[in-house]
């Protein structure tokens, strides 16, 4: 946790130490955010390559693609950065980020999320015929119609699982109406292969894959450069020992190298060292 993330903190004593801790370091901002900012994306050539296949997966209009990985591999960023990419009036997108919700509350949300107004009294079956409306005018407009859902290994039922290999029912003139992105841990593989019939409907998976040692060390010089930081301010034995202490996944990574920077803020040091990246790892991880 970082100090700015103490929930007790007084707001001004907050943003006081941000702006402390950017100044040691002679920083813009923060490099090591724990959340989607397109800015700070760095892509190995796993993440450009699951990029790649949602991009297929959309243009190709394939119909379904499953993108798991590990926890805090850069699944959601993939998702958001895939957002980012198609954003403009060709495309109408749908990001659920809750599936633990029932069959209908789903496809309700879904409905929400692609602005289909929907009576609360609607039964299922009138859901189905609106959404069904929905994405044939959105393909007589030229719209593509995307819906991604994300954690999509919290989905605990078969019944919710049914109501998405549905979707991709909805076809016509030779061409699906929607794709359908799942994105998840790596659980979601086996919960999705116990059900052929869907299964076989995702012709497109990728497993993203953590950071080499390589990348680790080119993701810690980009945020860095990325916030204005200078560089060289991690030595070559503290990114040894964060690429063994994250396993090379993102979202440790930025863990580590947002205390290590607070550390060294605090001992007011200008460089961050093994032992300074040793100590935070036995704290904090």
């Known amino acids: 946790m970082s100090l700015w993330d103490n929930k007790t903190a007084n707001p001004l ?15 813009k901002e923060p490099p090591f955010e724990n959340v989607p900012d397109s800015r700070f994306v760095y892509l190995s050539a796993h993440h450009e390559e699951a990029l790649m296949r949602l991009l297929y997966t959309v243009n190709g209009r394939k119909g379904a693609c499953l993108l798991t990985g590990d926890i805090g591999c850069g ?32 496809l309700r ?3 929400t999320l692609l602005e289909i107004p929907v009576d609360d009294r609607a039964d299922k079956l009138h859901l189905i015929h609106a959404l069904r409306q929905k994405l044939k005018d959105n393909m007589h407009r030229g719209i593509d119609s995307i819906i991604i859902i994300d954690e999509a290994h919290l989905i605990r039922t078969e019944e919710s699982f049914e109501e998405l290999r549905l979707l991709l029912n ?41 950071f080499n040692f390589v990348d680790t060390c080119k993701y810690i010089q980009f945020r860095m450069q990325q916030a204005g930081g200078r560089p060289k301010i991690f030595t070559a034995g503290a990114a040894r020992k964060i690429f063994s202490g994250s396993a090379g996944i993102p979202r440790r990574i930025n863990t580590i190298c947002d205390m290590s920077l607070l550390a060294g803020f605090i001992e007011h040091s200008h460089k961050v060292d093994e032992a300074m990246i040793n100590k935070v790892i036995a704290e904090e991880m």
Not at 176 to 205: C, M, N, V, W, Y
Request: hydrophobic share 40%.
């Open 170 to 210: 909805h076809h016509l003139d030779n061409r699906f109406l929607l794709t359908l992105i799942l994105a998840g841990q790596p659980e979601l593989k086996d919960q999705i292969s116990k059900i052929p019939q869907f299964s076989q409907r995702i012709p497109i998976r990728y497993h993203l894959q953590p």
């Open 75 to 106: 699944k959601t960023t993939i998702s958001c950065l895939l957002r980012e990419r198609l954003r403009g009036e060709n495309y109408q997108i749908a990001m659920v980020n809750n599936p633990t919700l029932g069959t209908s509350e789903l």
């Open 13 to 27: 004593s907050q943003l006081i130490a941000i702006i402390m801790y950017c100044a040691h370091w002679q920083l």
């Open 109 to 111: 949300e879904i409905l």
